[in-house]
Structure formats: C-alpha cells, structure tokens
C-alpha cells in the first residue's frame, strides 16, 4: 500500500478536472459531496449513471480511509445484508454451506415489470465487500449493459433483476493477465491454448481480461501480424483482452508501423527482445532507438531481458558437455545473464527516458535489479509471472523427461527453491508491480520436437488459471500483503500501466462490469486432470491453494457460478489502450523537462591545430584515446574555425547538426580571435 | 615520524607488524636460506636484533635533525682498491632505511649489486667500493608500478605527447620504476606486428622497466593463434577488449565471451574497457545535434551509468566463462560499486582506478577555457560528481579496488584542437604516471584512509602479483629487482605544468598541493632520481615478460573449473509421441518468446535424431565430450522407464 500511496502523491493535478482520471490522483477527495460511494447524487435520479459522472463519482471514492468505517456505518442501513454478514466474516470456516453465494432469477412480479429481456444483463450484487486497491468497504453493485451502474447501500433498482447474495464475501476487480500467448504460432504448430480455451480458462481462474502478445516474424509487417491476432481474438476470446505487439525487427517502416499501431490501433506497449541472438535480438543502438521512439510517442518498453550472445555460446557448450535434456536449458540461462539484460535495459531506459516494463522477472537477482534502480527513481516496472511465483527449477533435473520439458520457458525458472517466496515478498512490497502468466503451453509431443536438444523444445508454461489463487495463497494467507494488494498486483496497477484504468481494475461507477466473488477459504488441488487448458502438463501440479473464485462476472455477464462456466467465446472485445499513461508518463515528463541539456558558451579557439589523418572504419591507428566514429566524415577543421555566421563547415550525414540548433549567439558574442583567448593555460 | 621524541618506539613496533613469521627459517625475505651464508642477516635474527636497532635508531636521531637531506657517498680511498675495475660501480648500500612492503614494515639495510639485492639485514658485510645511500630511517618501498600507460600511442596520425622516453621520465620522477604500456593494433593489422612495433619503440627509448598489454580491436581465429604466441613466446599475459569504440575497436558479446574463454584456457588476464559502445554513439549523436560540441559534451554523453553497465555485463561473461577480469580506468562510483558487489559475490575481478579519477574530478569539463576542458577529456569520461575521487579513494583502501594505473595518454591543445568543433574528435588521455605515487600517498596515505604498506600494495604489489611478476617486482626480498624508492613524506609540492617531466602544456591536477614524494629512486640499481634531478638512460628499460597462470589470479580460477563440471541427468528414452516440425530456414518460422536461439543452427546439421537414440557404443560426432553412455545403456530403448508418463 505504501509504494501506492507513494504514487498518488506523485501524480499530480496537472490536467482539468475533467480530465483527470479518477483514482490516479490522490488520496484527498476533491469533491465536499459523494461520500464514499459517492455515486449518489446522479444515480438516484436516472438509474444510469452516464460516463461523464464517472469523474464525479469515482473521485468521491477515494474518501480518505479514516473515515471509511464509520461513513461505512452510518451509510448503512439497518436491514442492510452486509451488516448481517459481517460477523460471519469473522468466523468463515464455521458455517461453510451458508456461506455460499446465493444466485436468485428475478421472480414474479418482478419478472413483469422487466418485459422483454429475459435473460437481462442486468445484475445486483448484494452484501459483498468491495475490495480495491486503496480500500475495501461494504456496499451492493447494480451493474447493466456490462457497466457498474450503481454502488452503495439500498439502491434502487429497476425490477427483474439477477440478484447474487454475496453474504460478506469480497468482491474484487476482475484479474487481468497483462502476459499471455494465446494460438501462439510456434514452426508450424501452435500452442494448445487458443483463444476459446485460453480465455476460458482465464475466468475460472478469476481472470477477466487478458492481454495477449503479437509476435509479428521478424521481416513481415506489425501491422499485418496484428490484424491476425485480432482476427483470431475477436472469434473466439470469451473476455476482454488487449493487445501487446513485439518489435521483432527495426528500421524505418517498422517505426512508421509502431507509430500507426499507438495512433489508431490502441497499442501502447511494445515489447522487444534481447534473447534469441540472430532471431529477434536486437541490439543496444536498435534498443537506443526503439526506447527513445516509444517515450516520444507515449508508449510502454517492454523487454524480455536475457543476454542472448552469452545464452547462444553457453548453449552450444552444453551440447558439446553432451547435455541434451530439459536441465541443459537452465544451464544455459543462468539467472545473471537475466540480470545483467535487465541492467542493461535499464541504463539504456534511463538514458532516453522512457518507461521501462521487464516482462518475466524469473530470478531474484533480476527482482534485485529493478528493485534498486526504482530507489534510484527510474521508471521500471517488473512482472513476474505465475511460474516464477510459485514454483521453481529444480523440476528441470526431473527424471520424467515430459515433466521437466514442461517447464521450460525462458528465462527459465530458478533453481534456488527460495526464488518465489522472494519475488511474492517484492511483489508485496511493490518493488515488483504486475503479475502475469505468460501462458503458453505446448503439448508433451510438442515439447518433444527437442527430445534430444534442448535448444528446441519450445518454450512455455501454463498459469493464467491459477495466477489469482496462486497470489493469494502464497501472499495473501502468508500474510505479505492484504487484500488491496492483493488487487492492485493482479489488476489495478496492469490497468494503470496499460491507460486501461479505472475502466478496468476498479470496482467504481462507470467501470466495467468485470468482477470476481472471492472465497478466501476454499481450497482445491491443481492438477492437470481438472484444469482448464489443453497442456497435459500442469506446472503447479499436486499444489493444494488455498482461495479461488465463487463467481466470475465479465461483461456484466454471470461466466462462472458454482464451479460452472458459462463462457461464450466470441464475446470478447478488444480493448484499446491510449498512448501517455500517467502512472508510467507523469514522472517522465516532468524530467523530460528538466533533462535539457546546455552548451558552455566559449570563445573560439584560436591555437594551432594538428594535423591528423581522419580516421577509416577499421583502417587507421588508435586507441583507447580515440573516439566513436560515428561521427565520420572528415570536418575541415580549419574552415570551421573562422566561420563567421556560426553555419558550420559541411558535415556527412551521421551528424544532422547542419541546421544548426547550434546556438549562434555563441560564435558571435566573442569575435574571431578576440577577447578572449581560450588556449591560454591557467 | 619526523618528531624526535617518538622514533623509539615509532621503530621498536617496526618490523613487528607480522607477529608470526610464516616460515620457520626465511620468513620475511624468503628465499633467505642461501642468503644467510653470504652474511645476510635472516629473518631469525631480526625480531632478535630489534634491541640493538634502538640504539642504532637513536644514533641516527641526531642525524635527522640536521638538514633532511639523503646522504649518498661515493665509496672512498682503500675501499675504491679493492674495487679495482668499475669505477661506476652498480654496487648499492641503503642504510638505516625502514623497509615497507605490503605485508610489514621493519629497519634494515639493503646491499644490491648488478640490479638485484643481494642482502637485506644489519651489519651487512659488503665489498669495498659501494655507493652507500644513508637513508636516516626513511621509508624504502617497492618502486611503483604503473599498470596503464599509453605512451607513443599513435592516433589517427598523431601520436600522444609523451613517448617512452619522456613518459618514463615522468614516471620515475614520480617513483615508478616500471610501466606497462597498452599495444593498440589497428584492426586489420596483426597483434604480432603491433607487438613487434611498441617493443621497437619501446626498448630504445625507454628508461626504465616495461612490459606490455595487448589490445584485442578485433576477433577472429588469427587472433587466437596470435594471442597464444604472444602468451607463449612473448611473456604476455594480459590482453584488452574493448566495450565501447562502436564500429572500431567495440566487439560484441559474444565475441567477448569467446574472447575471455580463449584468454582463461591462456592463463592470462581478460582487462576491459568498460563502457556501453552503442549508447555512447548514439547519445554523442542526440548530444552534438543538440549544438552542445565542446568538451562538456564528452562527459554528458557518457554517463556514468553507462560505465556501469558494461562493468557489470563484463562481470557477467566473466563469470560465465571463469576468467579472471580486470577492468581498466574505473571512473566512477556506480562502476567502482559494481565491481564491489561482484567481488562480494565471489567473482575474480580487480578494478583499476587511475590518477586521474582518484585525484581531480569532471566539473572541470565545464571550465570556460576549452584548452583546459579538453585536457581533461578521457574515457570513461571523470565523474561530474565531486565526491568521487574520495568514494574511489575510500575503496581503493579497503580493497575492494586493487591496483592503480595513471591511463598516462596526454595530447598537445593542437592535437586536441582536432575536435574544437566536435568533442567526438578531441583525442583522449590525461596525464597523471608522475603524479600517481604522490597523490595517492597525499590522498590516502596522509588523510588516514590506508596505511604505508596498504599504499605499496595498491601502487605495485598488487600489480605485480595480478601480472605475475611477483615477487620480482613490488617487493623488497633478496633476488628481488633493485627498483626502490626512498620516500619523503614530508616533502610539499605543488603540481604544475610548469615544473613536470611530461610534454604537454596542461596538467590536469595543476595547483594541486600534494604532501609526499620520492626522495631517491632506483631503477634496476642505479640512481635514478637524486637531489630533484633525474640520471635517466634513454633505451635502458628492459622488456619485462610475465608468465601465465599467475597464482593470484588462478589459484581460485583453477579450484573453480574443476568444481563447475556440469552433469546432464540420465533419463530413458522418450518414445511419445513428436509433434511435427516444419523445418523452415530461419527468417520464415513464426516462433515468438518461446522460441531458443537458432544460434547453434547454422553450425550443427541437423542431427539424425533416431539414430542417436539406438546406438549402443556410445559412439558419436561428439564423443570425446563426457556424455556418459550410461545415460543410454542403462534404460534399454523403449525398455523400463517410460519418461513420458505424467505424474
């Protein structure tokens, strides 16, 4: 909670209030009125709350939480079920049947006044406690046409309602897994999980919206690769996803691509590669490049952090040492060659100035690395994923070949059974911010493409069903982090980065209707043979987990109730993302404006010159004490030093300072061999 | 030390700083055995003779009193007898000197003959016709050893100011008797040739002992074969690569990684030039289309992070391929921190801070003189941040950096002048081989930081044991080399162009007071520095070759390649089904993230995959490797295990 509030007090008022997006501000409510569900004022009047009282309402429920309980208590009416309820929050294992959610149709007359619609996309919650990331408190939610319409006690609704009993349960935002690989093509096959079962089993994880990645073949269009993903996505997501695009190849038509997709394609994070030497490598100069073109145009690096020259030399090692198996895998990938990629991409993030997102952060040295460059205020976000949480490497010396090839993913997970408990306490502690699965699964006949080498088994793990359950049995009950954490880890902080909030990842008016009804007290075994996906494989195996969802509710839709799902794929809509989120851009452009830079104004130099061969790629002496080339071409240094006019001597391309930002008054304040004489010593 | 009332007991601690000799017979100067017949005294005897030393040191008091000054005296009358061939005799007494090496100080005197010493003790018995040097209780060290210069070294036509004649001048002045330059060849040009080149220019113009490090600017297999010459046959043992130079000298990582491999199976020292080629082009270019192009240029585009990180990926391949590392020119703090934390972790490496970075700092980038600017360009570039010399300083005390070097490279303004318009241009290189010894003495030694035996360590034994000339150099013991230095801490000078031995025109710590210095050097037993004047002999200096494999170094290096044998784990054979695979050139596959690197496609055909699995002998392309067969004996095919089982 403390790295949230470290946030809102960050983020400052800079835009009109209309503009400013609730929540990302601050703790202090702007507003006198709109308590703490605040919705009030409107909602009475029309029963639907139209979106430009988002604002209004959603600011009023950022009442500062000192107040939150006795509002809380006096908002509440007598009869109110949340009352009721509470005390059997206190006591949750004693009376487990009752504790169920109850469902109930609308009945009788109800039914009546609610004609047409039979199956209504209307829907109440009642007595849940309302769980975000700043706050938790007890109120009903009236949601229609997939929006929240309405939050707080004794709201009038219109009749014919689905009405859910939460009886005191929490309800939480929606999960989003801002890391997935749906229908990824992989040499001619695909993984197991397409969209339909994919996203699929992303609700019954609690899971409600997914961002998938776009992996465009290097040399082939962004774009194209794009439009393939939507069009598979689009026929058969059963919620809502997004989409990240990898930048697998660079140049300028590429730049021009990237610059159409955060335009008009809602992408704003772009995820490049420094593992996969010769494939989709790309190196510090195309980094340089990408990273200072994304933070120009608003957009989110991200980076799957691994050196990938070292990991390419190591490989071929181990097939020399006669390694073949799964092991040989992580042999390959030693944990410092992920940290030292993610140094790396710091520096070069923090060199242009752009908001730095490390996909997979598998190790603890990789956490350890982020942690401290954001003490040192680089804008970094780290998002370990599923595996890395709750498991670890040690399965890769399995001797069940099909097992341990079915952890392979990269970077690989770490041997050091110590890693996840380590990277859920930074994930508590926010030093680590998001949480995803990387799902991508392969069969075991898939995997077995690299029987005998391990360089082909392809990569990837499952994880978006067990993501939330995960978190919470391992943070959650472990004590590390309380509920809010707990959504700001698995939604909110995803939908701040993505510019997706407070749509999504908050339970306010205007949101979308994308909740869960968490039972912190079941508890179920992972096992492959009742999981979601289509992987014979389950990473988490034989895990037992405390926590699961009750209810899924995506789209204002029921998907999930009683271990039933009710998904429709097809149903899912693509979410666009804007450009500039402000959890990632506020900082940065407030040091973009104090990052410029300033020349000494100096004399001009009058001295003698020497005469010195210029040099030739590779071709003439020097050393240490020699410069970069880039600047090539060869100046004529004595025609520049008696310019007048400050236009200085022609320059080859590599240096575009001919239209001279040079500023002139500096050549001109002091005439040629006057005043002062900047080659005199002293 | 200098008060009268203090040298007794100042001198009955001497020589007691080691409580244990190590050995039972040589202890302290240990090759004693057979020097203890020619009447030196051994190490026995010195813990004993510390009484009779009170009273010697006292006798001496009375001298000290008078003028500071070394007597030297020339042997006289019978003495010059019984002499009779060499009138300039390379015959040396240094009495009453207090001895400091790394590990202890104590009071002995020193006989050296031929370049060598051949005695250390009390009451030496030497030949008629010595030279002796009274050194009134003043501390005798190690000559310094300066571990980077770059003198004669060409650029782009050009070549630095100093040459070996001029900067070992410098150096001896300040108390270096030896020097190990860099040879840079260009790319394209054999290491041989450029090898062949600096020896030339070396053996005839410098005045005191060299060796040489050899620059990798670029890799192939010739390279390696090079390398291995120059490690065999040359006495090379340490060579350079290069993280920065984009398109000249910059190699890749996975050049670097089979760079550093070579260099370990070598037994030499893998020494970087730490810093992030690639960003530095591009952020010198934001920068010069900024307008900014004068030296403060240099410094904006090379951040301090940027040294950072590639001290930290050369750290990385190091430690993936169990070289010892050497980062040269460590600049900055966050580098310096780097290499700190890596050594914590237990990796080999040693960072190198130069005079420059431990003396004077980058604000001066900004001076409104461009000459003055300019003369401080280097790189990595000084640290804007004023703390560091004292961060740098701080570390180099406590060991967490071991060896020093001056990165000596100085340009004339008008060679400098070449990048007036553009500090791209502006060649790099400061000064500081003269200065090195004195300033660090003023800057740790003086303000408390380390003691005089930290200081010998820092400015040659460290360097002498990473480069395996131990202990020939950076120690006083008999059958070592006779470079010493009497040193004066007391003495007072302000550094200045004006009165240095280097060519150029700006000294980068001009007006720099600094409290120590040498009184006396000797370089390979001859009197080099004497009186403030310098008796140096152009062409004197001898090639120093070292051998690989320094035990420093390796010790661990060696303990580790045995321990990090990896095993694969032998499991049965899979006989599920195997998904198809489009065999498909590299470009065309559609793969993503969980895609491995194609990197080992090229060069490995596609392996006939059945056959592996059938082949009983164990016979295969890559056989002498330590597959063991069990792996595949053990689990018939298609027999016991079926690995494909879930569960």
Not at chain 2, 585 to 596: E, H, L, Y
């Amino acid at each position: 909670m403390a790295e949230r509030r470290g946030n809102w007090d960050k983020a400052e008022d800079d835009l009109p209030v209309y503009l400013a997006r609730p929540g990302t501000a601050d703790q202090v409510p702007r507003q006198k009125h709109g308590g703490l569900f605040c919705s009030v004022e409107g909602a009475y009047e029309s029963k639907t709350i139209d979106f430009d009282a988002l604002s209004v309402g959603q600011r009023g429920s950022r009442t500062p939480r000192t107040t939150k309980r006795d509002t809380g208590l006096e908002a509440r009416s007598p009869a109110s079920d949340c009352k009721s309820s509470s005390p059997r929050l206190e006591r949750p294992a004693a009376s487990r049947d009752s504790a169920r959610v109850e469902i109930r149709a609308a009945a009788g007359k109800e039914v009546l006044q609610n004609l047409p619609d039979e199956k209504s996309d209307r829907l109440l919650i009642k007595g849940g406690r309302i769980v975000n990331d700043d706050q938790s408190f007890c109120a009903d939610i009236y949601m229609e046409d997939g929006l929240i319409k309405q939050i707080g006690d004794n709201l009038i609704v219109p009749g014919g309602v689905k009405t859910i009993e939460a009886n005191g349960k929490m309800v939480i935002p929606g999960g989003i897994d801002i890391h997935t690989h749906f229908q990824m093509p992989y040499r001619g096959t695909t993984t197991v999980d397409d969209f339909t079962q994919g996203s699929k089993a992303a609700l019954a994880g609690g899971t409600t919206m997914i961002v998938d990645h776009v992996i465009p073949e290097p040399g082939s269009s962004l774009i194209e690769a794009y439009d393939q993903w939507r069009q598979w996505a689009d026929e058969k997501a059963c919620c809502d996803y997004s989409l990240h695009v990898d930048v697998t190849h660079w140049n300028d038509s590429v730049k021009q691509e990237v610059n159409t997709l955060i335009k008009d394609k809602g992408v704003n994070s772009f995820q490049v590669y420094m593992a996969y030497k010769d494939y989709y490598q790309m190196s510090n100069s195309e980094l340089y490049e990408i990273f200072t073109f994304l933070a120009e145009n608003g957009g989110i690096a991200q980076v799957h952090a691994e050196n990938g020259e070292i990991i390419a030399e190591e490989q071929a090692r181990m097939l020399q040492m006669g390694i073949t198996g799964p092991e040989g895998h992580v042999l390959s990938r030693p944990e410092e060659l992920e940290a030292e990629a993610v140094f790396r991409a710091i520096t070069i993030a923090s060199q242009t100035n752009c908001p730095l997102y490390v996909t997979r952060v598998m190790s603890k040295s990789a956490a350890d690395i982020i942690s401290q460059a954001r003490k040192k205020g680089n804008v970094v976000f780290g998002e370990p994923i599923t595996a890395s949480l709750g498991t670890d490497g040690t399965h890769y010396w399995s001797k069940n070949w099909a097992k341990a090839a079915s952890f392979v993913t990269s970077p690989p997970l770490s041997p050091d059974p110590t890693t996840p408990d380590y990277l859920n306490t930074l994930l508590a502690s926010g030093d680590l911010n998001v949480t995803g699965s990387a799902h991508c699964t392969f069969s075991v006949a898939q995997k077995a493409i690299g029987k005998d080498d391990f360089t082909q088994i392809p990569e990837g793990v499952n994880g978006v069903e067990e993501r939330m359950a995960l978190i919470w049995d391992k943070a959650v009950t472990s004590g590390k982090m309380d509920e809010n954490m707990f959504v700001a880890v698995t939604s909110t902080n995803a939908a701040k980065i993505l510019n997706l909030y407070p749509r999504k990842g908050r339970i306010a008016v205007g949101s979308d209707a994308d909740l869960v009804i968490w039972d912190s007290d079941s508890v179920h075994t992972i096992t492959a043979k009742t999981h979601n996906s289509a992987a014979e494989y389950n990473v988490f195996e034989g895990m037992e987990l405390r926590g699961a969802p009750l209810v899924v509710i995506c789209q204002g839709k029921i998907v999930l109730e009683d271990g039933t799902m009710h998904a429709t794929s097809g149903v899912g809509r693509f979410i666009p993302c804007s450009p500039f989120p402000d959890f990632a851009y506020k900082r940065v452009k407030a040091r973009k404006q104090l990052a410029v830079l300033r020349a000494v104004p100096r004399g001009m130099y009058d001295g003698p010159v020497s005469e010195f061969s210029p040099m030739s790629r590779g071709g003439t002496p020097s050393a240490s004490a020699r410069t970069s080339p880039t600047k090539q071409p060869v100046r004529n240094l004595h025609q520049s030093g008696f310019s007048l006019a400050g236009n200085p001597a022609p320059r080859g391309p590599p240096t575009p300072d001919d239209i001279p930002i040079r500023p002139a008054g500096r050549r001109i304040v002091v005439p040629p061999g006057g005043r002062s004489n900047i080659t005199s010593l002293s | 030390m200098s008060t009268a009332g203090e040298v007794p007991i100042f001198f009955k601690t001497m020589g007691s700083d080691s409580p244990k000799p190590r050995q039972k017979f040589c202890g302290m100067f240990c090759p004693v055995e057979g020097s203890s017949d020619n009447k030196t005294l051994d190490f026995d005897a010195l813990s004993s003779t510390k009484g009779k030393s009170d009273g010697r040191v006292i006798d001496r008091q009375t001298d000290i009193s008078q003028p500071r000054k070394v007597e030297i005296r020339e042997s006289t009358g019978k003495e010059a007898l019984q002499n009779l061939d060499d009138k300039r005799s390379d015959r040396l007494l240094i009495k009453g000197a207090k001895i400091v090496n790394d590990d202890q100080s104590f009071c002995a005197d020193i006989y050296m003959e031929d370049g060598v010493i051949k005695q250390i003790g009390e009451n030496l018995i030497v030949p008629g016709g010595v030279k002796t040097i009274d050194a009134h209780g003043r501390m005798l060290m190690p000559g310094g050893i300066d571990v980077h210069t770059r003198f004669q070294m060409p650029d782009r036509g050009m070549t630095s100011a100093d040459d070996f004649y001029q900067g070992t001048r410098a150096a001896l002045a300040g108390g270096t008797t030896m020097i190990i330059d860099h040879v840079v060849p260009e790319p394209g040009v054999s290491l041989m040739s450029a090898f062949d080149q600096w020896r030339e220019w070396a053996d005839s113009k410098s005045c005191c002992d060299y060796s040489l490090h050899v620059d990798i600017t670029e890799w192939h297999k010739g390279i390696q074969e090079e390398m291995e010459t120059l490690v065999k046959d040359h006495g090379v043992n340490s060579f350079l690569v290069y993280l920065a130079y984009k398109d000249v000298f910059q190699l890749t990582d996975s050049q670097v990684y089979e760079v550093f491999g070579v260099i370990r199976d070598l037994g030499a020292i893998a020494q970087v030039h730490a810093e992030n080629g690639d960003i530095v082009a591009e952020e010198q270019r934001r920068i010069l289309e900024q307008g900014i192009t004068g030296p403060e240029g240099h410094v904006l585009s090379r951040p301090e992070e940027v040294e950072a990180e590639a001290v930290n990926r050369s750290v990385t391949v190091a430690n993936q391929t169990n070289c010892p590392l050497y980062i040269t020119k460590v600049m900055s703090k966050s580098a310096a921190d780097v290499i700190a934390q890596a050594r914590k972790k237990g990796t080999v490496v040693y960072g190198e801070p130069i005079t420059a970075s431990l003396g004077t700092d980058g604000s001066h980038y900004w001076s409104k003189n461009w000459a003055k600017a300019a003369a401080y360009v280097t790189s990595p570039p000084l640290s804007p941040d004023p703390t560091t010399p004292d961060y740098l300083n701080s570390l180099l005390s406590c060991g967490d950096l071991q060896v020093t070097g001056s990165a000596h490279c100085p340009f004339n303004t008008s060679q400098r002048a070449v990048g007036k318009d553009d500090f791209s241009l502006i060649p790099e290189g400061v000064n500081g081989t003269e200065e090195r010894m004195s300033l660090i003495w003023d800057k740790c030694v003086v303000t408390g930081k380390m003691d005089e035996n930290q200081f010998v360590a820092v400015t040659s034994t460290n360097a002498a044991k990473i480069f395996n000339l131990y202990p020939r150099k950076g120690r006083i013991s008999v059958g070592s080399d006779a470079d010493l230095v009497l040193w004066d801490p007391d003495i007072t000078k302000i550094i200045s162009a004006k009165s240095h031995n280097s060519t150029v025109e700006y000294n980068i710590f001009e007006g720099t007071e600094v409290r120590g210095g040498p009184l006396v050097v000797i370089s390979q037993g001859k009197i080099v520095l004497e009186d403030g004047n310098l008796h140096t002999t152009e062409g004197s200096g001898r090639y120093v070759a070292r051998k690989p494999f320094p035990d420093y170094v390796y010790k661990r290096i060696k303990a580790r390649s045995r321990l990090a044998e990896l095993r694969g784990v032998p499991r049965g054979l899979y006989d599920g089904p195997v998904c198809e695979v489009s065999v498909t050139p590299k470009t065309m596959t559609p793969a993503s993230s969980a895609k491995t690197s194609p990197a080992k496609q090229p060069s490995q055909p596609v392996r006939n995959l059945h056959q592996s699995g059938f082949s009983l002998s164990g016979a295969q392309i890559d056989d002498n490797v330590p597959r063991r067969n069990t792996q595949r004996i053990v689990a018939p095919p298609g027999g016991r295990a079926n690995i494909t089982s879930l569960g």
